[in-house]
Nanobody, 125 residues
Framework: DVQLVESGGGSVQAGGSLRLSCAAS????????MAWFRQAPGKEREAVAA????????YVADSVKGRFAISEDNAKNTLYLQMHSLKPDDSAMYYC???????????????????WGPGTQVTVS
């Protein structure tokens, strides 16, 4: 079965750092766009960062630019989200997702992602 499993979330004070991991299994990795989304209570799910397969192109949302970075370890079939200078507004459930295509589009849209992990909670106080 195709599966994505996130880990690395937790509670941290403002200004702190966390690194989220997303372990992929059940399919040939590195053929699809991969992305991180987040959703806070009462808010829509939003794209945080994405990596475009086979290129050095990444997308990073303006709200986290300069603080978050997306990376992959293809040998481990794992996607990462390094988060620095965390703010209370970053508190949310963070989800890893696999895109249908190698490109995520100009701004990753939920509609082009077909596999989602269960999420990992990040709380910044």
């Amino acid at each position: 079965d195709v599966q994505l499993v996130e880990s690395g979330g937790g509670s941290v004070q403002a200004g702190g750092s966390l690194r989220l991991s997303c372990a992929a299994s059940g399919y040939t990795y590195n053929r699809n766009c991969m992305a991180w989304f987040r959703q806070a209570p009462g808010k829509e799910r939003e794209a945080v960062a994405a990596h475009y397969t086979g290129t050095a192109t990444t997308y990073v949302a303006d709200s986290v630019k300069g603080r978050f970075a997306i990376s992959e370890d293809n040998a481990k079939n794992t996607l990462y989200l390094q988060m620095h200078s965390l703010k209370p507004d970053d508190s949310a459930m963070y989800y890893c997702a696999r895109g249908l295509y190698s490109s995520c589009g100009a701004t990753p849209s939920i509609s082009i992602f077909d596999v989602w992990g269960p999420g990992t909670q990040v709380t910044v106080s």
